[in-house]
């Protein structure tokens, strides 16, 4: 190809793409390129590459095309063009490297025993001739022959290609070398560790799905006080990053680990939300980076412990240690440069020898034996089951919201109360940092309980310690809402975040098991909003939020049951007053599995009436 074109390049411009500026310096480069590979995976330095390359060329040359069917190809066809390249590698190739060593040396030899290259410095090069010491000048080191000679590399690449032929004889290092990538992540699990404990610290039961999706890992960073804490997450992050980056092409592999949507190359703080370094459990509606990159790395810790054993004939003693009790000595873990490289080196023996050249040796044995004696003696498998992230809507159920209620009677906010802290909160972002507060409050008053006429602002900042950062952004609530009304307002922020969320086009319900998402017919919306004007829509609209939030009966619940029972069924149970006109006018036809759709059509309707109240 590169003969061809320097005579004429037109037939090329139709075969490579895309078409370089300059063919000839691209097949030029691509040649050199060629011959670094072919040096670095036969051991041999280029000169001797180059120089097999013309053996190669002379030997077809001198062929004749001996045997002329087997080049009777289809060379526009995938399978042509590999039936060709099979042919000629085990009619030329193949042949070519039996004795490969005996070939090189009798071309040396005639290079070297050329007539018009004696004498000359070149030859010197060639020939590997040593210079007399009152030659050598600095002047001179470009033409002195001890400058060009090759001396293979000690490296893990050189012994990798070594070992090739060994890989039987010691499984246990084929095993680090093949997995070398995996093991160096493996070494900072237990900072992987590290950062979902802090994670958890910050968010766990404190932050909702939709908030979690939506906040970039940026923000999360940002967020954090300057200093040690957010220089210490930023550092853990980037190592995540890192490590999503070097074992993502191996999670594509696996096919019993669920994986994320968006299986991005790299870990961009700017546009990753920050629910991908949470914790998720392994059934989740939306898996995490986190939980894929943690559930790997832990069965492979212990898939490599378990081939070891097996190796070693040791047998399992069935201990786990937990992902908190989990430190570097642990775990199966070695960095290639850190922790491999320096064993190679002491295994190694490199000599000199004259004639022979340098001489490169690895004691696989010893080698094997270290790695072992170091990394996986000792060490321990671990659970999978890592403790998983609840965002702050699992928290909620039932029994809290019952507990609140026996330990402080709950009382309704008055509707003018109501619609000033409404007005006051049109901030989403406002509104969630309002709703955390409260949930927080729920969470101990369920257990501790308290005096109901405490203000619920004095309670948040005088006994539970809360910051400035986590309080009510309603001055109606922080002065009116007592401990009394903490469901009310729970109730009333809630609803108002989901109004938000619904303005922004975003799904309130994101979490919801999708049985109970499917859309109202046309006639099912046509006879519920002909009966709303009879009904406390408001109410209805609290209420069947906190049923679909909240309630913890939906395994027991089916799709296909009707909406109107199931729901007189839930505010019964709650002891809740009945919501005007809904008994007797709710349409019967409406099911459970149209719970959203309806809540979203209730919304809607009540938000067009308060606005003609309002005008």
């Known amino acids: 190809m590169l003969s061809g074109a320097n005579t004429n390049l037109q037939p090329f411009t139709n075969f490579i793409r895309p078409v370089p500026a300059n063919i000839t310096d691209f097949l030029w480069r691509h040649v050199n390129r060629d011959l670094d590979d072919l040096a670095t995976d036969l051991d041999r330095s280029i000169d001797d590459a180059t120089l097999l390359v013309h053996i190669l060329l002379t030997i077809v040359s001198q062929s004749g095309n001996k045997v002329v069917g087997v080049w009777n190809v289809e060379w526009t066809s995938t399978q042509g ?34 007539h018009r290259l004696i004498g000359t410095s070149f030859h ?4 590997d001739i040593a210079t007399p010491p009152a030659q050598l000048s600095l002047e001179t080191v470009i033409s002195l022959p001890e400058m060009w000679q090759y001396r293979p590399s000690v490296s893990l690449e050189h012994m990798s290609r070594r070992f090739v032929e060994h890989q039987a004889t010691f499984p246990m290092l084929k ?44 923000e999360f960073l940002k967020s954090l006080p300057e200093g040690q804490q957010r220089n210490e997450c930023d550092m853990l992050v980037k190592c995540f990053g890192s490590i999503w980056t070097n074992i993502r092409t191996f999670l594509l592999r696996q096919d019993n680990i669920p994986l994320p949507e968006n299986m991005d190359p790299s870990i961009d703080i700017q546009t990753t939300s920050l629910y991908h370094l949470l914790p998720m459990k392994e059934d989740a509606t939306i898996t995490s980076c986190m939980a894929a990159v943690v559930l790997f790395l832990i ?16 047998q399992d003693d069935g201990n786990y240690r937990i992902w908190t009790d989990v430190s570097t000595s642990n775990v199966v873990s070695c960095d290639p440069a850190r922790d491999l490289m320096p064993l190679v080196l002491s295994n190694c023996n490199y000599s000199l020898a004259i004639g022979k050249g340098t001489q490169v040796g690895y004691d696989f044995a010893a080698l094997e034996k270290q790695l072992i004696d170091r990394f996986l003696c000792g060490r321990s498998k671990i659970e999978e089951k890592c403790e998983t992230f609840q965002f702050r809507q699992q928290a909620r159920d039932v029994a809290m919201f019952s507990a609140v209620r026996k330990q402080i009677p709950q009382e309704t906010i008055s509707l003018p109360v109501q619609r000033q802290i409404v007005m006051e909160s049109t901030s989403l972002e406002k509104v969630c940092v309002s709703l955390a507060a409260v949930d927080i409050a729920i969470f101990f008053l369920a257990s501790a309980g308290g005096d109901g006429d405490k203000l619920l602002g004095e309670y948040l900042h005088r006994v539970l310690k809360m910051g400035k950062t986590s309080r009510l952004h309603s001055d109606k609530a922080q002065n009116c809402c007592r ?16 109004r938000l969320l619904l303005a922004n086009g975003q799904d309130p319900f994101d979490n919801v098991d999708t049985s109970y998402i499917k859309e109202l017919e046309e006639d ?54 009945e919501i005007n006109g809904f008994l007797a006018h709710f349409p019967e036809t409406i099911l459970l599995e149209h719970v959203c759709d309806t809540w979203r059509n209730l919304a809607n309707y009540s938000q067009e009436e308060d606005a003609t109240v309002n005008t």
Not at 83 to 102: C, H, Q, R, S, T
Not at 124 to 127: E, T
Not at 483 to 498: D, E, N, P, T
């Open 81 to 114: 063009r590999g039936n060709w390249e099979n042919a000629f590698n085990n009619v030329y190739i193949k042949p070519l490297f039996k004795g490969l060593d005996n070939r090189l040396q009798k071309a040396n030899r005639l290079v070297d025993g050329d």
């Open 124 to 127: 010197r090069v060639l020939s």
């Open 175 to 218: 095993m680090f070398l093949d997995n070398a990538t995996i093991l160096s992540a493996m070494c900072h699990l237990p900072d992987i560790f590290h950062l979902i404990s802090l994670l958890r610290t910050r968010y766990h039961r404190n932050i909702d799905l939709t908030e979690a999706l939506t906040m970039k890992i940026a």
């Open 299 to 314: 069965r492979k810790n212990n898939e490599f412990l378990d081939i070891y054993r097996r190796q070693a004939g040791v």
């Open 483 to 498: 401990l009394k009304h903490a469901l009310s307002l729970w109730q009333l922020l809630s609803v108002q975040r989901a």
């Open 524 to 577: 099912q919306i046509t006879a519920l909003k002909k009966v709303l004007k009879d009904i406390d829509v408001n109410t209805l609209v609290a209420e069947t939020y906190e049923f679909v939030v909240v309630s913890d009966d939906k395994e027991k619940r089916k799709p296909e049951w009707s909406l109107h029972d199931t729901l007189a069924s839930y505010l019964e149970e709650k002891d809740a007053p």
